[in-house]
């Protein structure tokens, strides 16, 4: 499975943005789609994940009401919309699937997309 991430950008605190995840190959291997960032100077951490085959989402609480994950599995993609952005939201954002679980370490995901930069300026 191949990941590409896009959608990153410049943006003013109070904005929105929108990333999308599409995967090519071995598609029906995925079980969940994640996205993770890194900050400068930080681990990179676990944002929100989605079952690719039922309705479960998951977010860490830094970005509950504010983030959210969808999917269409016919276009193989999984946006992330981000609104009502803070500074803190900066980092590199990467999406990842896991053939096994819908959320966990970095460990549990398989596959990896290249990274796209969010930086929201105050």
């Known amino acids: 499975v191949q990941l590409q991430a896009s959608g990153g950008g410049l943006v003013q605190a109070g904005g929105s943005l929108r990333l999308s995840c599409t995967a090519s190959g071995r598609t029906g291997s995925m079980y969940g789609v994640g996205w993770f960032r890194q900050a400068p100077g930080k681990e990179r951490e676990f944002v929100t994940a989605i079952a690719w085959g039922d309705t479960r989402r998951f977010y860490t609480d830094s970005v509950k009401g504010r983030f959210t994950i969808s999917r269409d599995n016919a276009k193989n993609t999984v946006w992330l919309q981000m609104n009502l952005l803070k500074p803190e939201d900066t980092a590199v954002y990467y999406c990842?699937?896991?053939?096994?679980?819908?959320?966990?370490?970095?460990?549990?995901?398989?596959?990896w997309g290249q990274g796209t930069q969010v930086t929201v300026s105050s």
């Open positions: 990842a699937a896991s053939r096994l679980i819908v959320v966990g370490k970095e460990s549990d995901y398989d596959y």
